[in-house]
């Protein structure tokens, strides 16, 4: 049974506790608070910011990696009825 302060959604299959969602908020580098363009605007600063072929730091690859996870969990969240970011709309 699910309790519903251990759990806050269910997506694509996959539960995501609390603190899982705090930390794409973090991977962000943005507050729970944002609304989808700055969430969008912060994603594309960071995939820039730790981008392999941009980034030649040891952690470059794991932590751009982090922040596409967290912006397809949050931007799904996020996006209005209707839209899906994505390639084409991100």
């Known amino acids: ?20 969602r705090l930390r794409y908020y973090e991977a962000l580098g943005v507050s729970p608070e944002i609304d989808h363009e700055g969430l969008r605007a912060a994603y594309r600063a960071r995939i820039k910011e730790f981008h392999p072929d941009r980034n030649k ?15 397809e969990v949050l931007g799904d969240l996020r996006s209005g009825p209707g839209t899906t970011p994505g390639p084409g709309n991100p």
């Open 57 to 71: 730091a040891p952690e470059a690859s794991a932590r751009f990696q982090e922040v596409q996870q967290a912006y």
């Open 1 to 20: 049974m699910l309790g519903h302060r251990t759990f806050l959604a269910l997506e694509g299959g996959f539960l995501h506790h609390d603190h899982d």
